[in-house]
């Protein structure tokens, strides 16, 4: 059969496809690749391994990338100058907008997917190799200062908005998360292994892990929080294992203690599985109620995927992104749908 295309036609696909890519919803590698199946089909079909790939190779951010500097009013716009990732930390992402922590060059970098440019968002000598991020629903960002027992919460032009802290309840706070819906900051210390809630005004409202009664809940080392839907993951180096609590604190299961060696960072998608970063061997365990359901990173993983040292996981979107110090880069996956 001959489908003649007219030049009207033409003119309005070519249209969508230049819309597409603007708005972060297609890339100029998917789109001109001649031959080359769409990424979105081939991804998203379920088929009987598809619990065993949740993740599958997508892009990532490394090299050199062309800084965006922002002009002042009035002046005219700078040339862009290079840019190069040297130790990405922590990561945090929604939309288009990627947040970096780069603990070398102590800088949180953002990143633009639609125009893939970089720029410098927010320069602190507290931050280090140490330091970890998070991005609320309404873009702000949260940084932990170890050196300076705090955490500090900037809006999304980089402004300093509040400070969480408290020098004998916080002496060393590690990782940070917030409850969107409750208005709760629940801040992990390190050197007490205990998390403390703020509310919104700074003022600590509960403590999680800190019940010395027997039999009590109690963590030994806090390396990682995630927030999902009403559900708190804490993960516990030392214990080898990840703990599922209620946000008043409350344990509802633990796991992986059978199969990780040295948990790290976590992340949760729509689908309830966790991934869990393993240090000991750099690979993302995914567990699903629990249970261990596949391991990604291993030298034989069917989706080629290989990291070098997991530093930090988030996932937002349908991405999962992955800060890989020792590789200088942050990888983003595409997280596959399961087979219901």
């Known amino acids: 059969m001959f489908v003649c295309i007219t030049p009207y036609i033409r003119t309005l696909m070519l249209g969508i496809i230049a819309l597409s890519i603007l708005t972060g919803c297609a890339t100029t590698a998917g789109l001109l690749g001649v031959g080359k199946k769409d990424k ?17 190779k997508w892009s990532a951010i490394s090299g050199i990338l062309m800084e965006r500097k922002l002009a002042a009013p009035g002046q005219p716009a700078s040339q862009p100058q290079r840019l ?22 102590k800088t949180i970098l953002k990143y633009d997917r639609a125009t893939q440019t970089i720029r410098k968002f927010i320069s602190s000598p507290a ?3 140490t330091s970890q991020i998070y991005l609320d629903r309404a ?8 050196r300076n027992a705090q955490v500090q919460q900037y809006d999304i032009d980089g402004r ?28 992990a210390d390190r050197l007490t292994a205990r998390i ?32 999902a839907t009403n559900q708190l993951y804490v993960s516990d180096q030392l214990n080898k294992s990840v703990y599922a609590l209620a946000p008043t604190g409350k344990l509802r299961y633990k796991f992986g203690n059978e199969e990780l060696k040295q948990p790290g960072s976590v992340a949760t998608d729509e689908f309830n599985r966790v991934y869990v970063a393993d240090l000991a061997d750099n690979t993302i365990k995914v567990y699903r109620g629990g249970e261990l359901q596949t391991t990604v990173g291993e030298p034989r993983d069917p989706a080629k995927l290989n990291f070098q040292l997991i530093s930090d996981l988030w996932i937002s979107d ?22 219901l």
């Open 40 to 56: 979105e089909q081939e991804i998203a079909r379920c088929d009987a391994d598809s619990d065993k790939k949740p993740l599958a």
């Open 84 to 105: 190069r990732l040297i130790s990405p930390v922590a990561v945090a992402a929604q939309g288009n907008d990627i947040y970096i922590v780069d603990g070398a060059q």
């Open 127 to 129: 931050i280090d190799m």
């Open 139 to 146: 873009l702000s960002i949260y940084l932990t200062d170890t």
């Open 160 to 187: 300093l908005v509040q400070t969480y802290q408290n020098a004998s309840e916080l002496p060393q706070p590690g990782s940070v998360v917030v409850d969107d819906g409750r208005g709760e900051i629940f801040i």
């Open 196 to 227: 403390l809630v703020f509310d919104r005004g700074g003022l600590i409202i509960r403590a999680i892990g800190a019940d010395v009664k027997e039999n009590a809940l109690r963590f030994q080392n806090i390396v990682a929080l995630a927030m």
């Open 318 to 339: 349908g991405f999962l992104y992955v800060a890989d110090a020792a590789s200088a880069s942050v990888e983003i996956l595409r997280v596959v749908p399961p087979c």
